[in-house]
């Protein structure tokens, strides 16, 4: 237990840090695949390249593709392992000509006596890239904007009643800021909300005048943090671990 402890925490605050730099992700994904784009443009009889350095390259780009998107779910996962692969092999096979191989002989050109083989290998490099890259784009609208998948009348997720309040993420700058230390949130509860704390994935509270989601383990401000409580129980209001909403 005490091995995996560290593993978890590391794993954590991988997630959180790519939460808070979803933009930059996205970003970093177009790049990208616009890198795979010239990649797949280059002629290597025109631009000779070590099919070793070729590959290796497409692997890394590839790989960055997969774990920006892979963290999202399994779902953004799986459809995007799909799509890399296809990438890969699209950029990969123009270095790596094509054997003999049981079917050759029925891509001789029967009038000029010509083989079609490259013909046929351009035509498939070129649809693996464009399905690649529709699979990688699938799973990245999956991955961060599923709502693009939904019908307009489409009943509302208990959760998006949360999805107009930022989330609070330690945030020492924007403390720093106003010279103002940070303390466990917890230590600002009433003893029975933190005896029930355990309902809760983020509580709602009023930061220097804002409205945000705060973990129950993180740092406030001490002084411009009041937590927002329901009106006729008193309890605080959140987003809950398992149904979506605590007071």
Do not use: C
Request: aromatic share 12%; no cysteine; glycine share 8%.
């Amino acid at each position: 237990m005490a091995a995996g402890a560290p593993a978890k925490g590391a794993i954590s605050a991988a997630k959180t840090w790519m939460r808070k730099n979803e933009t930059e992700l996205l970003l970093a994904d177009a790049a990208i695949l616009g890198f795979l784009f010239l990649f797949h443009m280059l002629d290597p009889s025109v631009v000779p390249l070590p099919a070793e350095a070729v590959n290796i390259g497409a692997i890394v780009l590839v790989g960055f593709l997969f774990f920006t998107i892979a963290w999202k779910g399994l779902i953004p996962a799986a459809i995007s392992i799909l799509g890399v692969v296809l990438l890969h092999n699209a950029i990969i096979l123009p270095y790596y000509p094509p054997g003999e191989g049981a079917f050759m002989h029925l891509l001789i050109n029967q009038q000029s006596g010509s083989s079609d083989t490259e013909r046929a290998a351009g035509v498939a490099f070129t649809m693996h890239f464009l399905l690649g890259i529709g699979m990688v784009a699938l799973a990245i609208m999956v991955a961060y904007a599923p709502r693009l998948l939904f019908t307009r009348n489409r009943p509302e997720e208990k959760d998006s009643i949360w999805s107009k309040y930022p989330i609070w993420y330690d945030n020492v700058k924007l403390a720093g800021r106003y010279s103002e230390p940070l303390v466990p949130a917890r230590s600002l509860m009433e003893p029975q909300d933190r005896y029930l704390l355990w309902r809760y994935e983020y509580v709602l509270a009023s930061i220097y005048g804002t409205h945000h989601l705060v973990r129950p383990d993180g740092l406030v401000p001490s002084r411009s943090t009041e937590f927002v409580r329901d009106r006729a129980s008193g309890l605080l209001m959140g987003k809950g671990r398992f149904n979506g909403y605590f007071v």
